[in-house]
């Protein structure tokens, strides 16, 4: 049985000479909940506070990764795509037959991603294909687009530049596919190396993008590495892409968060220059980043200095929505935030950004939560789904996603009654209703810590 409720928390304390409205009203529904039966497969098994992969477009229609209890571990992994509260159904197995490359099957999943028109990209890892130096490749629906051994086709790489491996992929409303890829390009000394690459899946042209051994974004420095993980990479409708990449030379400032903007690249925070908190430089590589459509970026992001107030939701490099070490209203204005977890960024097309925190309640079971901005939405031990309190939200790996337009959200937790599962917020029409409710918005109200 699946309950779709409406969330309305209340500010408990207001901050003197502050007026803060009320958070956004939510809709909330399990969309995948362990124990519910796919049908030929098996049972949801546990897992989602290890973090599955899933993802969600602005009509609502959304992916989710998970296992279930079938016996035969090669084909138990599955993805399962529905559109709103309304079930999923069975998209993706493990064990399948793979369009291509000829007589592969689907092994197990990497990325996955939808977009509005409702297409796919992904890094599957295959097997039967023969060998295990080309049992990965990325994939745009059903179509392979680069297989790990083909030669790379970009202008830009040295001659006969294999691709030996892929991290994560991500796709834009206009069906373009970005990779962050492994390579061995003669020209740079290692024998793995780093780029990122876009790839049209009609014309399958890729373009090289940037790579380890350029000297494009700081003069005389040249780039060792990229972060790999999953939310270290975004990509938006313009075709411009936000990672972090790491430098030869000295430690202090060898770690760039930059965006290509389609002819260059802009630097948006470097390690050891100042940050948008008074007095405190930026540290080590952000833990996540996330880009919108008009190209404002979100991160969760380092200080240097002291450990216990060093981590930071801030928005466009200058407005610090959460620190470490600070405080609230929407958490009650006397606790204080311990951390942001391991997970995602998000930020949406209006410039809402929507992350997890944990702050030092000395009851733990309501302490930590999802955030709308500076507004809590959804919390451990508060929050009630079709009866049950939510015990637990994921904070590590791909534990939020959300649809361009703010209006969908998913999360990973767990229910009073021990289930885990996957969660769909409803935020109704963000761009309109919510920051009307919200008066003056965040997006024009920029605060700068000192």
Do not use: C
């Amino acid at each position: 049985m699946r309950f779709t409720i409406a969330v309305i928390l209340a500010l408990s304390v207001v901050t003197a000479g502050s007026a803060y409205a009320g958070p956004p009203p939510v809709s909330i529904s399990p969309i995948v909940l362990e124990g519910d039966l796919v049908t030929g497969v098996g049972n949801i098994s546990s897992g989602f506070g290890a973090s599955e992969n899933h993802s969600v477009n602005d009509f609502g229609e959304w992916l989710v990764e998970t296992d279930t209890n079938n016996p035969n571990s090669a084909i138990d992994g599955l993805i399962l795509r529905g559109t709103g509260f309304n079930p999923g159904a069975l998209f993706l197995q493990q064990g399948q037959a793979m369009v291509s490359p000829a007589g592969a099957t689907l092994s197990s999943f990497d990325s996955v991603n939808i977009n509005n028109p409702g297409n796919t990209s992904y890094n599957h890892f295959l097997a039967n294909t023969g060998g295990t130096n080309n049992d990965s490749g990325i994939y745009y629906n059903d179509d392979l687009l680069i297989q790990e051994s083909n030669i790379a086709t970009a202008a830009g790489f040295g001659p006969n530049t294999p691709y030996i491996g892929f991290f994560e992929t991500k796709i834009n409303n206009n069906n373009l596919v970005a990779v962050m890829a492994s390579i061995d390009d003669p020209n740079v000394a290692s024998t793995v190396d780093r780029a990122i690459v876009t790839v049209n899946p009609f014309s399958f042209v890729q373009t090289r993008i940037l790579g380890e051994g350029d000297q494009t974004l700081v003069a005389l420095r040249s780039i060792t590495d990229f972060e790999t993980g999953p939310h270290d990479m975004a990509l938006n409708d313009s075709g411009h892409i936000m990672f972090v990449a790491d430098l030869d030379g000295a430690t202090t400032d060898d770690s760039v968060t930059a965006r290509y903007n389609g002819s260059g690249f802009d630097i948006l925070m470097r390690e050891g220059q100042p940050s948008a908190v008074g007095g405190r430089n930026w540290g080590s590589a952000p833990v996540a980043i996330n880009m919108n459509n008009s190209g404002a970026w979100a991160a969760l992001a380092d200080l240097d200095g002291t450990t216990t107030d060093d981590a930071v939701i801030v928005r466009n490099g200058v407005d610090v929505i959460a620190r470490e070490g600070m405080s609230l209203a929407s958490i009650g204005g006397v606790f204080n935030f311990t951390s942001f977890g391991s997970g995602s960024i998000n930020i949406d097309d209006s410039g809402n950004v929507v992350w997890w925190g944990d702050w030092n309640d000395p009851d733990t079971t309501k302490d930590t939560g999802i955030f709308w901005n500076d507004q809590l939405i959804v919390q451990e031990g508060v929050t009630l789904i079709g009866g049950f309190t939510l015990s637990a939200i994921s904070g590590v790996e791909s534990n939020i996603s959300m649809s361009d337009n703010g209006q969908w959200i998913v999360f990973e937790g767990t229910l009073s009654n021990g289930l885990d599962g996957a969660f769909l917020i409803e935020v109704p029409e963000p761009a309109t209703a919510v920051l009307a409710l919200m008066g003056a918005s965040l997006l024009i109200r920029r605060r700068r810590i000192v």
